[in-house]
Nanobody
Framework: QVQLVESGGGLVQPGGSLRLSCAAS????????IGWFRQAPGKEREGVAC????????YYADSVKGRFAISRDNAKNTVSLQMNGLKPEDTAVYYC?????????????????WGQGTQVTVSS
């Protein structure tokens, strides 16, 4: 059974850091694009950071460039999102997702496996 399980969310003060992890099971990551998306209350889901299947290409939303970093560990079958300099506007439920071999950036419709999400709250 294909499953993605996120962890690492929580409450953090502005300027703080969090590292989200996504453990994949039931399939292997090599050959798949990976992505982190988020959805805040009342807002549409947006692509935050995505990486191509080979790791050579990445996409970051303008709002997180220079603060967030996506990575993958194919040996451990995990995907991570390091988030630094967190701001209140980063508050959202964060989802990891897996796409196919072809790179479509962070187009969410191209990602067909999704985790259940983890809450990130940035507040003082």
């Amino acid at each position: 059974q294909v499953q993605l399980v996120e962890s690492g969310g929580g409450l953090v003060q502005p300027g703080g850091s969090l590292r989200l992890s996504c453990a994949a099971s039931g399939f292997t990551l090599p050959g798949h694009a990976i992505g982190w998306f988020r959805q805040a209350p009342g807002k549409e889901r947006e692509g935050v950071a995505c990486m191509s299947s080979g790791g050579a290409l990445t996409y970051y939303a303008d709002s997180v460039k220079g603060r967030f970093a996506i990575s993958r560990d194919n040996a451990k079958n995990t995907v991570s999102l390091q988030m630094n300099g967190l701001k209140p506007e980063d508050t959202a439920v964060y989802y990891c997702a897996i796409g196919g071999l072809t790179w479509y950036g962070c187009a969410s419709r191209r990602y067909d496996r999704w985790g259940q999400g983890t809450q990130v709250t940035v507040s003082s």
